[in-house]
C-alpha cells in the first residue's frame, strides 16, 4: 500500500490546485479522480468549453452583423458549421486538460483514476479498472458539483438537457427555452442565439442575474431585449412535457396565471449541487448538511480534523478561482503556515457580452446591513475606446462609504469587465478609496478609465467625461 502526506479527491481547479500546492510546499501529494481526463467540470464541461463556444459565435455574430460598419466585406453567404466549432471546443478542452496532466508530472504527483472513498479517516480505497487502497495523513474533499436537476423534468440528455450536453449538441436548436436566468444559462443562451436560436429563459426570481447588483440585472435585461431574447421573470416553472421533437414548459406567473412556452431543446439550468456520492464519508467520520455540503469549519476541516473540503462541496460561492484559493489556503494549512482567505473580495463574472463583473457588496446588501454609502456611475459609451469598438453598452458603478471614502463595492458591465474587475479586487484588498482610484492614471483610451471616471462620480460627483 502506497503511502501519502496528502491525498486529494477530485482534480477540478480546487483540487489539481491544492495538489500542486501541496507538492511545492514538500508532501508526497496524491490526486484521485473519477473520469479518464482531469480538471473537473470547469475544464471538461464548464468554464473553458463555454468561453470557446461563447468567442466562436461571438466571432459569427461580429462578422453577420457588424464588419459591414467596419468596412469589411465578405462576398457570399456566412455559414455556421456547428460540428466544427463544437470541435474547436473539444481542441481548447483537450489542451487545457493536457496542460494538467503535465503540471502534475512536472510536480510529482501520483494520478489516481476511479472513484475515491473513504474506508477510514487515514485510508482510501480507489475503485477504478481495478481496486487499489492508498493511505494519507491528511486528505482533501475537492469533488465539486452537479447540475441541479427538477423533480418534473426529466432530463433525458436529448432535448432536456443540462449545460453538459448544452456544449455538445448536434444542431442548432431552433427555439431554446432556458430554464433559470443564472450565469450558466444566460452564457448558454447567448451563444445559441447568436447561432440563430429563439431563446426565451424563464426565471423564478424577479430579475435575471438575481445574486449580483440590481442594477447590473437591469442594464443586462435591457441588452438582452435588444438583443431579441424572451426573458420572462417572476414565474414558477411547474411541469415540463416532451412529445417527439416538441418541449412544453409551463409555468406560473406572478399573477398566477398559467402560461405554456413550446421549443425543440429546453435547458434546466437552475443552478448546482455538491457532489459527495460514493465519498463514504461518513466511514471517516465527516459529516454533511442537510443540503448535501460538507460541514466545515473556518480553517475548512471537516468533523475529521485530519480531512478537509474545498470547492463546490462546501458553502459559499460556485466558482473555480473561489475553488482554488482555497485549494491553496488548504496546502498552506497543513503545513503549518498562516493563510487567509476574503470572501468579500472574491469577483463574480457573468461571461455574456457585454460581460458582468461584480466584487464586494452590493447596494441592496448595504441597504440591508444600514450602511451609509455614496455611489459614482459612469457609462461605458461616454468612452472614446467604447465608441471606437462600438461597444457602448453597460457601465462602471463604485459604491464607497460615506464618511471614509473605502471603496466597500464595484459593479460593472461592458466590454472587457471579466478582466477590467481584477482592478477593483487589488483596490480592495488594499483598502483603497476613491478618491485613492480616480487619482491613478489610467492610460486613454482605455475600457478601464470606466473605473477611473466612476471613482470621480463617488468622489464629489466630478466625473470629467460625462
Sequence with gaps: MKSYDVAIIGSGPGGYVAAIRCAQLGMKTAII???????????????????????????????????????????GEIKVNLEKMIGRKQAVVDQTTGGIDFLMTKNKIDVYHGVGAFKDATHITISGDSTEEIEAKYSII?????????????????????????????????????????????????????????????????????????????????????????INVSHKVTSVQRSGDEITVTAENKKGELVEFKGDYCLVSVGRSPYTAGLNAESAGVKLTD???????????????????????????MLAHKA???????????AGQKPHIDYNLIPGVVYTWPEVA??????????????????????MRALGRSRASMDLDGFVKILADETTD????????????????????????????????????????????????????ATENRALHV
Excluded at 466562436?56 to 455574430?61: A, G, R, V
Excluded at 442565439?193 to 443586462?220: A, C, F, N, Q
Excluded at 455540503?293 to 460561492?317: C, F, M, P
Design 33 to 75: 479522480e473519477k473520469y479518464s481526463t482531469l480538471g473537473g467540470t470547469c475544464l471538461n464541461v464548464g468554464c473553458i468549453p463555454s468561453k470557446a463556444l461563447l468567442d466562436s459565435s461571438h466571432h459569427y455574430e461580429d462578422a453577420v452583423k457588424h464588419f459591414e460598419d467596419h468596412g469589411i466585406e465578405i462576398p
Design 142 to 230: 475537492a469533488t465539486g458539483s452537479k447540475p441541479t436537476t427538477l423533480p418534473f423534468a426529466t432530463v433525458d440528455k436529448e432535448r432536456i438537457i443540462t449545460s453538459t450536453e448544452a456544449l455538445k449538441l448536434k444542431e442548432i436548436p431552433k427555439h431554446l427555452i432556458i430554464i433559470g436566468g443564472g450565469v450558466i444559462g444566460l452564457e448558454l443562451g447567448q451563444v445559441y442565439k447568436r447561432l440563430g436560436s429563439d431563446v426565451t429563459v424563464i426565471e423564478y426570481m424577479d430579475r435575471i442575474i438575481p445574486t449580483m447588483d440590481g442594477g447590473l440585472s437591469k442594464e443586462l435585461n435591457k441588452v438582452f431585449r435588444k438583443q431579441k431574447f424572451n
Design 291 to 317: 443540503r448535501g455540503q460538507v460541514e466545515v469549519n473556518g480553517h475548512l476541516q471537516t468533523s475529521a480534523s485530519n480531512i478537509y473540503a474545498i470547492g463546490d462541496v462546501v458553502k459559499g460561492a
Design 324 to 334: 482554488e484559493e482555497e485549494g491553496v489556503f488548504v496546502a498552506e494549512s497543513i
Design 358 to 379: 461584480s466584487v464586494g457588496k452590493t447596494e441592496e446588501q448595504l441597504k440591508e446591513l444600514g450602511v451609509a454609502y455614496k455611489s459614482g456611475q459612469f457609462p
Design 406 to 457: 473605502e471603496v466597500l463595492g464595484v459593479h460593472m458591465i461592458g466590454a472587457r469587465c471579466a478582466d477590467l474587475i481584477a482592478e477593483a479586487v487589488v483596490a480592495m484588498e488594499f483598502r483603497a478609496s476613491a478618491e485613492d482610484i480616480s487619482r491613478m492614471s489610467h492610460a486613454h483610451p482605455t475600457f478601464a478609465e470606466a473605473i477611473k471616471e466612476a471613482a470621480l462620480a
